[in-house]
């Protein structure tokens, strides 16, 4: 396993693990607020695992598609979960407010997105029944 698998694979744990644990302290936690404050922290919990899905999947194809797309598809996002879901868990569990940080970590979660889809078409293919240059071809009967 190399570096950036480790990374994508331990951070995509990390941030499934505790996006479990955040979105069950926070409904404890933010049942006695107001409805729109338990959406927003609903919201960034919600970010939180899809991408850490993402990232796991990310780990997954990065040593079978190997890249500088990939690799800035895995950083992106790792930034993108911690400015995006980081800052709305601020906003309602320290109310500090944090600016323009959650949609600077929305435009990383999404260009992550983008040069993952450009990786992949940029990428060439590989027929199934291209002959494999280890192996003579068959004899044809």
């Not at 979105?23 to 607020?33: D, I, P, T």
Request: charge should be positive.
């Amino acid at each position: 396993m190399n570096r950036l698998e480790k990374t994508s694979l331990a951070a995509g744990l990390f941030f499934g693990a505790t996006g479990v644990i955040l979105g069950a302290v926070g409904s404890h936690a933010l049942k006695e607020h107001l409805a729109g404050t338990l959406e927003i922290f609903r919201i960034g919990n919600r970010y939180q695992i899809y991408h850490a899905l993402f990232l796991l999947i990310l780990g997954l194809l990065q040593s079978k598609y190997p890249g500088k797309l990939m690799s800035l598809s895995i950083y992106n996002t790792i930034g993108g979960i911690v400015l995006f879901s980081g800052s709305l868990y601020l906003v309602t569990l320290a109310k500090i407010k944090v600016g323009m940080v959650t949609p600077l970590g929305c435009l990383l979660l999404i260009s992550a997105w983008i040069m993952l889809l450009i990786h992949v078409l940029a990428t060439k293919s590989q027929s199934k029944h291209s002959p494999d240059k280890k192996r003579p071809c068959p004899p044809v009967c």
